[in-house]
């Protein structure tokens, strides 16, 4: 009998980014997008510092800023911002971005977006507060969007459509890789322009590229009665072949990738024998914790515990499957997570975007996992992107401290959230 993972629920107060900054590989991806944030001047400080826009890029978002007076009524007017992007940009479609103080005020964003939207652009809410477990989320909400956009399939078409944003060149790797292996492809949510949406209906296999697209993958199920694949994500040799493997089986076909993957651990065992017996920690916050633990258990490291915002049992299955044997944590308790990591003591901590740096000047190696939701690290093509994010932090230590002196653990303070202090000795 398969030995199931040791499955904690903590409740622990998470500190997550916002959902907003996905906004910054959202536009990049659909090219013919333009994404209307109503929020504050802290929304517009979140993405002027986050996406390091330059005044001369013409980005394709922009932050319509809410004053005291159009919080009291439940509907700002935000035709004249409308209008100016329409000329401005002539975008194919907007996104109406909602944030936290409009959330808390209940503005009525449906109608709200309703009241501008218009047959040749039409306008789409989206929220994308902070209030969400966690800002990988947001890509969700934006493609549930756009599910309406995407025509129907007869029955008889049976194709794949690729759930996830990656960049062109990953996109590419994966249409490639489906001809290679005989599985017709009816395209990617999202496309790179809006009049690209992939036909989708009850014949449709829907292959999750992203592990965070749970949503969108549902609503998939119950509203175009696709099939939705149940199978690792696209990451790392073992990943890869997997989802391909599971996939086409979809279509009917037995394939055996197996030498496939035994190439793809030969070209990176330079890396793998630098992983093998590291001690790993997850302290992220991008819901791409399990494959990536997953992947890491593969190249023979040791995870001490891989902690994520959320886990859905039915669409992680595969992943809680494959990480038999390593204690995960649902929406874990940092100050616990602390008093663990003192006495573990790993090689080297995946954490966020709030805790890295104090966790680095405490002289452990943290790197931030935020980045995983930007690398090209899907499929074939991204393994080695994928298993030199990894190494190279450990390396990098390495340079900087020659002796690998312990950590200090000190007894300092860690600021945690506004007003709030962590200390490492409790
Ligand atoms: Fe704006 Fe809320 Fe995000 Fe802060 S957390 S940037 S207030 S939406």
């Not at 990049?28 to 890029?57: R, Y």
């Given at each position: 009998?398969?030995?199931?993972?040791?499955?904690?629920?903590?409740?622990?107060?998470?500190?997550?980014?916002?959902?907003?900054?996905?906004?910054?590989?959202?536009?990049?991806?659909?090219?013919?997008?333009?994404?209307?944030?109503?929020?504050?001047?802290?929304?517009?400080?979140?993405?002027?510092n986050t996406l390091g826009v330059m005044?001369?890029?013409?980005?394709?978002?922009?932050?319509?800023?809410?004053?005291?007076?159009?919080?009291?009524?439940?509907?700002?007017?935000?035709?004249?911002?409308?209008?100016?992007?329409?000329?401005?940009?002539?975008?194919?479609?907007?996104?109406?971005?909602?944030?936290?103080?409009?959330?808390?005020?209940?503005?009525?964003?449906?109608?709200?977006?309703?009241?501008?939207?218009?047959?040749?652009?039409?306008?789409?809410?989206?929220?994308?507060?902070?209030?969400?477990?966690?800002?990988?989320?947001?890509?969700?909400?934006?493609?549930?969007?756009?599910?309406?956009?995407?025509?129907?399939?007869?029955?008889?078409?049976?194709?794949?459509?690729?759930?996830?944003?990656?960049?062109?060149?990953?996109?590419?790797?994966?249409?490639?890789?489906?001809?290679?292996?005989?599985?017709?492809?009816?395209?990617?949510?999202?496309?790179?322009?809006?009049?690209?949406?992939?036909?989708?209906?009850?014949?449709?296999?829907?292959?999750?590229?992203?592990?965070?697209?749970?949503?969108?993958?549902?609503?998939?199920?119950?509203?175009?009665?696709?099939?939705?694949?149940?199978?690792?994500?696209?990451?790392?040799?073992?990943?890869?072949?997997?989802?391909?493997?599971?996939?086409?089986?979809?279509?009917?076909?037995?394939?055996?990738?197996?030498?496939?993957?035994?190439?793809?651990?030969?070209?990176?065992?330079?890396?793998?024998?630098?992983?093998?017996?590291?001690?790993?920690f997850f302290a992220s916050d991008t819901?791409?914790?399990?494959?990536?633990?997953?992947?890491?258990?593969?190249?023979?490291?040791?995870?001490?515990?891989?902690?994520?915002?959320?886990?859905?049992?039915?669409?992680?299955?595969?992943?809680?499957?494959?990480?038999?044997?390593?204690?995960?944590?649902?929406?874990?308790?940092?100050?616990?997570?602390?008093?663990?990591?003192?006495?573990?003591?790993?090689?080297?901590?995946?954490?966020?975007?709030?805790?890295?740096?104090?966790?680095?000047?405490?002289?452990?190696?943290?790197?931030?996992?935020?980045?995983?939701?930007?690398?090209?690290?899907?499929?074939?093509?991204?393994?080695?992107?994928?298993?030199?994010?990894?190494?190279?932090?450990?390396?990098?230590?390495?340079?900087?401290?020659?002796?690998?002196?312990?950590?200090?653990?000190?007894?300092?303070?860690?600021?945690?959230?506004?007003?709030?202090?962590?200390?490492?000795?409790?």
């Amino acid at each position: 009998m398969q030995a199931k993972p040791s499955l904690i629920r903590e409740d622990g107060l998470y500190h997550s980014f916002c959902g907003l900054v996905s906004v910054g590989w959202l536009y990049q991806k659909i090219k013919d997008s333009f994404f209307l944030i109503l929020g504050t001047h802290t929304c517009a400080h979140l993405l002027q510092n986050t996406l390091g826009v330059m005044i001369f890029a013409r980005p394709r978002f922009a932050v319509s800023l809410l004053e005291e007076a159009d919080l009291s009524s439940s509907q700002p007017d935000i035709s004249a911002q409308i209008e100016e992007i329409k000329r401005e940009h002539h975008p194919s479609v907007i996104f109406l971005l909602s944030s936290c103080t409009p959330e808390v005020m209940k503005v009525e964003f449906e109608g709200l977006a309703a009241s501008v939207s218009t047959p040749e652009v039409p306008v789409l809410f989206v929220p994308a507060s902070g209030l969400d477990y966690t800002f990988s989320q947001s890509e969700d909400s934006v493609l549930q969007a756009l599910i309406p956009f995407c025509p129907p399939a007869p029955p008889d078409d049976r194709r794949v459509v690729f759930l996830g944003s990656v960049n062109d060149a990953i996109a590419d790797d994966f249409s490639l890789e489906a001809a290679r292996l005989g599985i017709p492809v009816a395209g990617f949510l999202p496309a790179s322009h809006f009049s690209e949406l992939p036909p989708i209906g009850s014949g449709t296999v829907v292959a999750p590229l992203q592990p965070y697209l749970h949503k969108t993958a549902t609503q998939l199920r119950n509203e175009r009665g696709c099939t939705v694949l149940s199978s690792l994500f696209p990451f790392g040799p073992d990943g890869t072949r997997r989802f391909w493997e599971d996939l086409a089986a979809q279509f009917g076909m037995k394939v055996d990738l197996s030498e496939r993957e035994a190439a793809a651990w030969q070209r990176i065992k330079h890396h793998t024998d630098l992983l093998r017996g590291k001690k790993i920690f997850f302290a992220s916050d991008t819901l791409m914790e399990l494959p990536l633990a997953r992947f890491l258990k593969a190249c023979g490291a040791e995870v001490v515990e891989c902690s994520t915002p959320y886990i859905n049992r039915r669409f992680h299955a595969a992943e809680l499957a494959a990480l038999d044997g390593v204690r995960l944590v649902e929406q874990a308790n940092f100050n616990r997570q602390l008093q663990t990591i003192k006495e573990t003591r790993p090689d080297l901590i995946i954490s966020n975007i709030i805790t890295t740096n104090p966790l680095v000047g405490q002289g452990t190696v943290a790197k931030w996992g935020t980045e995983y939701c930007f690398l090209p690290i899907h499929g074939w093509a991204g393994v080695n992107n994928l298993v030199t994010s990894f190494t190279r932090a450990l390396q990098r230590h390495a340079k900087l401290d020659p002796l690998g002196s312990d950590p200090i653990w000190l007894t300092g303070i860690m600021p945690s959230s506004p007003g709030g202090v962590i200390s490492l000795q409790s």
